[in-house]
């Protein structure tokens, strides 16, 4: 038996609802009394609003949005993450499982590897999450958790879990798009932070430019055609025998404070190509040979057990791809901020998101452009920019004031029902302009945008 898990888009909650899971029309059971309350005065219009009205409506609403607690989780790639946040922003708790050992051990991600080890600790982060935040699941309003995009195995752990709890305490459930979350989370941080702005994502998984028109509908104008920026830090910081156990990327950034950025002459990346797209496999491959043409030995030999010489070597290395690689980021980002402005004139926000973004010598640089063109840049402290469970119970509560979410599951679901999720999930539309010929064969789309599902859904 398949269940199918989706964020359910726009009022009427129960038409959404039919719309995404191909179900019969049903009345929607709320037996929360904020549930209660907000379907009570969204019922008393006489038609159904834009997302736009709704969440000005429930933010009207301020002590119904306090009393608000959406329990967030997340198990995409390799971290257990669970969060309890109040839907003014307040963020009660929350908590982490690492799986950085594993990392080493494998030198990435292994997909089996990972989701035993979300199935080991998921129970515990959650109850930790809990705990702090001093409530019980019967406090809750809702559940939120990411269905996608990620790896398919871990992030049914989490589907799991959040299933389980919603279906015994009878909580609805917001099923979140990994990346918007990387992207709101920023509103939870800047409370100035309104539609649209332009998002930079970046991560070990992703490099994603956007144009964020509203909750749920974004214009894409860039993205990876191979290898994210956080991929080409974490393999250069592998074969310069870094210490990866707390992240390929800081591991790097440490280390290119004591180089020479312009010891070594790296090619730019794609710079005949004039779009917003990035390519960071040619880049990794230059690094390989600039180690292997200076015969560093640095398989056998780690960083802490180099030589003065060796060590120097190793930091001109680093140094000069990092300017590289944040080189590359800069050009796509003035093209894209052109692009947005000529979309959207009252752009004022830049926002940089992701685990890359906690990257000092990255927010400088982007900070830069952002400055140039008149933009505020926006970015999540270091612990919102990597992958946590407030981003997920953030982007919940956006979503459940505008009145996307689904009904709880019934009480006679069995455990092991498999869910449909969404390993890759465009979150929006391609820019016109942003198709270029250099785009990789790998576009094959499983499921539809964010954005698409977001429009259909109001018509």
Not at 205 to 217: S, T
Request: with cysteine; aromatic share 6%.
């Amino acid at each position: 038996m398949v269940s199918t898990l989706l964020p359910t888009l726009s009022l009427p909650v129960s038409r959404a609802t039919a719309f995404l899971l191909g179900t019969p029309l049903k009345s929607f059971r709320s037996h929360h009394p904020l549930l209660r309350s907000f379907l009570a005065s969204a019922s008393s219009l006489s038609s159904p609003p834009t997302p736009r009205s709704l969440v000005t409506m429930a933010s009207a609403a301020i002590p119904a949005r306090r009393d608000l607690l959406m329990l967030g989780i997340e198990t995409s790639c390799d971290d257990t993450a669970a969060a309890v946040v109040r839907g003014d922003g307040e963020i009660l708790s929350q908590a982490i499982a690492s799986q950085s050992d594993l990392l080493v051990k494998w030198g990435g991600v292994a997909p089996k590897m990972a989701e035993e080890a979300h199935a080991l600790a998921i129970d515990q982060v959650v109850q930790k999450a809990l705990d702090d935040a001093n409530v019980s699941e019967s406090d809750l309003s809702a559940v939120a958790v990411t269905i996608g995009p990620g790896l398919s195995l871990c992030l049914r752990v989490g589907v799991h879990k959040a299933r389980k709890i919603a279906k015994v305490f009878h909580l609805p459930i917001v099923g979140v798009h990994h990346m918007e979350a990387h992207a709101l989370v920023s509103r939870l941080v800047n409370k100035d932070l309104d539609y649209p702005f332009l998002a930079l994502l970046i991560s070990g998984g992703h490099n994603l430019l956007v144009l964020a028109q509203n909750l749920g509908e974004y214009v894409q104008l860039g993205t990876t055609i191979d290898d994210a920026i956080g991929e080409a830090y974490d393999k250069s910081a592998r074969w310069l025998g870094l210490d990866i156990r707390k992240g390929g990327g800081p591991a790097l950034e440490e280390l290119a404070l004591e180089g020479d950025p312009n010891s070594i002459n790296f090619r730019v990346p794609m710079r005949q190509h004039k779009d917003c797209n990035f390519s960071y496999a040619g880049l990794k491959t230059q690094v390989r040979l600039a180690i292997e043409s200076r015969n560093l030995c640095t398989d056998d030999i780690p960083i802490s057990s180099a030589t003065e010489e060796d060590r120097q070597l190793r930091a001109n290395i680093a140094a000069s791809f990092q300017r590289i690689a944040v080189l590359h980021l800069e050009d796509r980002c003035q093209r894209a901020v052109e692009w947005a402005l000529k979309m959207e004139p009252s752009i004022k926000h830049f926002v940089v998101s992701g685990g890359v973004a906690s990257n000092q010598y990255v927010r400088a640089h982007l900070n830069h452009i952002a400055e140039k063109n008149g933009l505020q840049l926006v970015s999540p402290p270091p612990s919102l920019c990597t992958d946590n469970g407030v981003m997920i119970a953030w982007t919940g509560i956006e979503h459940f004031l505008a009145g996307r979410f689904e009904d709880p599951p019934p009480a006679d679901e069995p455990d092991d029902m498999q869910y449909e999720l969404r390993p890759r999930w465009p979150l929006g539309e391609e820019y016109s302009e942003g198709r270029s010929v250099s785009r990789s064969l790998r576009t094959a789309r499983i499921h539809p945008s964010l954005t698409s599902m977001t429009k259909s859904s109001r018509n």
